[in-house]
Structure formats: structure tokens, C-alpha cells
């Protein structure tokens, strides 16, 4: 897929799923079609998980504030979407299936674009920006509060009997809250959107020199999942590659990645100063 916009910016994008080589089913569900690009990962039994996962896609699918073509999306909108999200899930399952759910809207800001990433459990978005390789989600996961609190390391993570266990889910559980960050994209940036069947799998070094060496992004996207498979294949496996170029007006943007928590924004600050007849947004006091 490739499409151009009146900035100038143009997507390349490559995306496939897998069942994997354990599971019956596949209850990854994604969507791939600009400005949105999600993966979910359903988590519940007979079949619920696939339900949850897809009416969450679903939801992001109908949104009118992400439709496409549309540039406008602020994270306000997108916790709305997932809040409807939730809804309709608990609504559909019984509050007995949930799923995660990560991905990246292109949103622009006075003729800028913005990559809007947002995390609700343990699927994934990563960005490879100027030979930068970085996870820009944390998952919300018991085995990243306990990386977070010192008590394991992240490679200790990775062998946990409880890697799998999320602490923020839609559908499902007290914690429904996604986190969002906003970031200006550069010239060859290239997403990551993946459910953790490929994380469990492939480390992110491994991840990083597939990124970085195969150009086409539906055959890094085919790499991706080919390795998941050959170690092992245990999950679902969902991987999104999106690669921007002919990014106008990435030479005047100075400003860094900018994280809200939840309980921090109602808005990001980059749609609040539209208010007040400013510059650029502002998105000061973030270390990245
Ligand atoms: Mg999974």
C-alpha cells in the first residue's frame, strides 16, 4: 500500500497474521489502513478472545474521527474510540473475553504530522527513526511492573512464567486506560505494530537488524512472522510495518517524544496550544 497527502507525506505499509504453530485458533485481529494501524490480541476462551479482538478493530474501523484520509485525530478522540471499544466487547462477551490493543494514528498539527501511538496491555509499537531502534509502548504487564520495580530483569522477562499476564485490558478487568504518545515523524521513519506472538519469540535485537536491512516492508513483515514461526510459533503472531517518506516540514520540527499517561491528558498539549494561536506545538520537558 502507498498513499500520498496534500503534506506530501507518503505510507508504505506491509502487514500479515498467523495462527502460529500451537494455537487452534487466531485471535490477533488488526487493522492496516491509514491513518490507523492496530493490532489486537484477544484473550479469552472459546473463541471470546477472537470476538473481543475483532470488535475492537471493528470499532477503530467505524470511528469518523480516525476515517480515512482524516488528519485530525487527538488522543481525546482515540480514548473515546477505545472507551466505545470496551463497551461494545463487554457488551458482546459477558466481560468474559478481553484483548490488547496497540497501534499508531498519523495525525497532523498545522500541516505537521504527528505519529499518535497508543498501548492498552502487551502488544507492541516500536519505531525505527535515524538508526534509533526504540519500544515507544510499555506494556502493561505484571513482568514490566516487575522489571519496573527492580526485582527481575528484562531478560528475565522474557522466560517468566507469568510474561503473559496483562494488567490493562478492554473488555475485561478494572484497568481499561490506554497510554498515548506524540511524537513528529522524520524522513524514513518505520513503525512496528505487533502482538506479543512475535516478541515472545524474536528479541528486539533480532527485530531491529530485520528493520533495518530489509527495505520493502512487506518482506520485512514476512521475515518478522518467518522467524517467530522458526522459533517456535507458541502465539498468535500479527506484525504492521508502516514506513513514512517525503515527510514535508520534518526539518523545522525540534521538538521530542511526548508521553501522557492516561490521567495526565484529557487532550495532547500539541492540540491545546491550537487554541492560542502559537508556533509549534509545544511538547517541552520530555527526555526521550
Ligand atoms: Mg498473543
Given at each position: 500500500m502507498t498513499a500520498s497527502h496534500p503534506t506530501g507525506i507518503r505510507l508504505g505499509c506491509g502487514y500479515n497474521t498467523d495462527r502460529g504453530l500451537r494455537r487452534e485458533l487466531n485471535e490477533d485481529s488488526f487493522l492496516a489502513s491509514d491513518p490507523v494501524f492496530a493490532v489486537a490480541d484477544g484473550m479469552g476462551g472459546h473463541e471470546a478472545g477472537e470476538v473481543a479482538s475483532r470488535e475492537c478493530?471493528?470499532?477503530l474501523g467505524q470511528s469518523a474521527a480516525?476515517?480515512?484520509g482524516s488528519r485530525s485525530a487527538t488522543a481525546s478522540d482515540?480514548?473515546?474510540v477505545l472507551r466505545q471499544a470496551d463497551a461494545r466487547i463487554r457488551a458482546l462477551?459477558?466481560?468474559r473475553a478481553g484483548t490488547t490493543v496497540s497501534g499508531v494514528v498519523l495525525v497532523e498539527e498545522r500541516g505537521v504530522p504527528y505519529w499518535l501511538v497508543f498501548n492498552v496491555g502487551d502488544s507492541r509499537t516500536y519505531r525505527l527513526s535515524q538508526g534509533?531502534?526504540?519500544?515507544?509502548s510499555v506494556d502493561h504487564s505484571e513482568v514490566q511492573e516487575l522489571v519496573d520495580g527492580g526485582f527481575i530483569t528484562a531478560a528475565e522477562a522474557l522466560v517468566h512464567p507469568r510474561r503473559h499476564v496483562v494488567t490493562r485490558a478492554l473488555g475485561a478487568g478494572d484497568n481499561t486506560e490506554a497510554d498515548f504518545w506524540l511524537m513528529p515523524v522524520e524522513e524514513g521513519d518505520r513503525l512496528l505494530v505487533c502482538s506479543d506472538g512475535l516478541t515472545g519469540e524474536v528479541g528486539d535485537?533480532?527485530?531491529?537488524?530485520?528493520?533495518?536491512?530489509i527495505a520493502h516492508p512487506q518482506d520485512a513483515v514476512d521475515a518478522l512472522i518467518h522467524a517467530a514461526l522458526r522459533h517456535g510459533g507458541r502465539d498468535n503472531v500479527t506484525v504492521i510495518i508502516v514506513d513514512a517518506s517525503d515527510v514535508a516540514g520534518s526539518d523545522s520540527v525540534s521538538v521530542d517524544t511526548a508521553q501522557f499517561a492516561a490521567d495526565d491528558i484529557t487532550l495532547p498539549r500539541a492540540t491545546e496550544s491550537s487554541t492560542d494561536g502559537g508556533s509549534a506545538p509545544t511538547l517541552e520537558d520530555q527526555d526521550v
Amino acid at each position: 500500500m502507498t498513499a500520498s497527502h496534500p503534506t506530501g507525506i507518503r505510507l508504505g505499509c506491509g502487514y500479515n497474521t498467523d495462527r502460529g504453530l500451537r494455537r487452534e485458533l487466531n485471535e490477533d485481529s488488526f487493522l492496516a489502513s491509514d491513518p490507523v494501524f492496530a493490532v489486537a490480541d484477544g484473550m479469552g476462551g472459546h473463541e471470546a478472545g477472537e470476538v473481543a479482538s475483532r470488535e475492537c478493530i471493528a470499532t477503530l474501523g467505524q470511528s469518523a474521527a480516525l476515517a480515512s484520509g482524516s488528519r485530525s485525530a487527538t488522543a481525546s478522540d482515540l480514548q473515546e474510540v477505545l472507551r466505545q471499544a470496551d463497551a461494545r466487547i463487554r457488551a458482546l462477551t459477558d466481560s468474559r473475553a478481553g484483548t490488547t490493543v496497540s497501534g499508531v494514528v498519523l495525525v497532523e498539527e498545522r500541516g505537521v504530522p504527528y505519529w499518535l501511538v497508543f498501548n492498552v496491555g502487551d502488544s507492541r509499537t516500536y519505531r525505527l527513526s535515524q538508526g534509533r531502534f526504540e519500544q515507544i509502548s510499555v506494556d502493561h504487564s505484571e513482568v514490566q511492573e516487575l522489571v519496573d520495580g527492580g526485582f527481575i530483569t528484562a531478560a528475565e522477562a522474557l522466560v517468566h512464567p507469568r510474561r503473559h499476564v496483562v494488567t490493562r485490558a478492554l473488555g475485561a478487568g478494572d484497568n481499561t486506560e490506554a497510554d498515548f504518545w506524540l511524537m513528529p515523524v522524520e524522513e524514513g521513519d518505520r513503525l512496528l505494530v505487533c502482538s506479543d506472538g512475535l516478541t515472545g519469540e524474536v528479541g528486539d535485537e533480532a527485530i531491529h537488524r530485520m528493520l533495518s536491512t530489509i527495505a520493502h516492508p512487506q518482506d520485512a513483515v514476512d521475515a518478522l512472522i518467518h522467524a517467530a514461526l522458526r522459533h517456535g510459533g507458541r502465539d498468535n503472531v500479527t506484525v504492521i510495518i508502516v514506513d513514512a517518506s517525503d515527510v514535508a516540514g520534518s526539518d523545522s520540527v525540534s521538538v521530542d517524544t511526548a508521553q501522557f499517561a492516561a490521567d495526565d491528558i484529557t487532550l495532547p498539549r500539541a492540540t491545546e496550544s491550537s487554541t492560542d494561536g502559537g508556533s509549534a506545538p509545544t511538547l517541552e520537558d520530555q527526555d526521550v
